[in-house]
């Protein structure tokens, strides 16, 4: 009798632990350019998608997606579904910053986009930007115990150094006027930016860099951007994931995984495990 009371309390107490982790991705999946043979999106539109299935995170973000590439991620992944418009227009057109999210552990509560500029409630360029710039949310609520939490996926601007700061001032602020039940905060995105630079922080003025706060249970290489260039050591990193003071981060990698010498995107994802 007393084995059965001590395997019913490790279930639940392993059940309990389960219930308080997320599981979060940030991916660049590199939009698809006819221009970028052998890595064509249909040369690796596969391998990605099989990654993105093995580590099965609860929710993740993804940057530069195409709407056929959206939907063609949503068709591959079991259980998922995605929110996000396209920033030219606010519909299908253009680049999406979605957000993919597993509806059986998941529940989504409330979405939208915004902008990047001085007018983030329709579509626009800001300040010295090339391009519009998007920023999707979304609030969500863990099925397993009810926590509630937000996710905010993003893509800075590629030139604009004043937009690239000015983004991360309009995210913050945000947050703060958004997040109004003080739920958990997770960011998401390919910032543009290395980490000693004014707009990275001024994020980690009010949010932890998760693959700093893991420590030493960070693993992987340096860098984010490989630019397809399997051979060379991926150095810089531009992608992120931030996060509230709420959560703690239990691990988290930038993942190097290939096939055949080729790698799924021009950037490599990261991953992290946070508790709440």
């Known amino acids: 009798m007393k084995n059965i009371f001590l395997i019913l309390f490790v279930i639940g107490t392993f059940l309990s632990v389960q219930g308080q982790t997320i599981d979060v991705i940030s991916y660049n999946i590199r939009y698809d350019n006819p221009d970028d043979a052998p890595n064509h999106w249909d040369n690796r539109k596969d391998f990605l998608i099989s990654q993105l299935n093995f580590y099965n995170p609860d929710v993740f973000g993804i940057q530069e997606g195409l709407i056929h590439q959206v ?3 949503d068709t591959g992944l079991k259980d998922y579904t995605y929110f996000g418009v396209g920033r030219d227009y606010g519909d299908e057109r253009g680049e999406h910053t979605a957000i993919f999210y597993n509806t059986e552990r998941i529940k989504l509560l ?3 986009t915004f902008w990047l500029s001085t007018t983030p409630e329709k579509p626009s360029k800001g300040w010295d930007a090339a391009l519009p710039r998007t920023c999707t949310y979304g609030i969500f609520e863990n099925k397993s115990d009810g926590t509630k939490f937000m996710v905010f996926n993003t893509h800075f601007d590629h030139v604009g150094v004043k937009a690239r700061e000015e983004s991360s001032k309009l ?3 945000k947050i703060k006027e958004l997040n109004t ?3 958990p905060v997770v960011l998401t995105g390919d910032f543009n930016l290395e980490n000693d630079s004014p707009g990275v922080q001024v994020i980690v003025g009010e949010m932890a860099d998760a693959h700093i706060a893991a420590g030493e249970n960070a693993f992987g290489p340096d860098g984010t951007f490989n630019g397809f260039e399997f051979n060379k050591p991926v150095e810089r990193r531009i992608d992120y994931i931030f996060v ?4 703690e981060v239990l691990k988290s990698a930038i993942l ?3 096939k055949d ?3 799924p995107s021009d950037h490599l994802p990261v991953f992290a495990r946070l508790k709440y």
């Open 71 to 73: 939907k063609e991620i």
């Open 171 to 173: 995210i913050l602020e």
């Open 261 to 263: 010498t080729r790698y």
């Open 181 to 183: 039940e003080d739920h």
């Open 256 to 258: 190097s995984d290939s």
């Open 110 to 112: 409330e979405e939208s």
């Open 244 to 247: 509230s003071d709420d959560f």
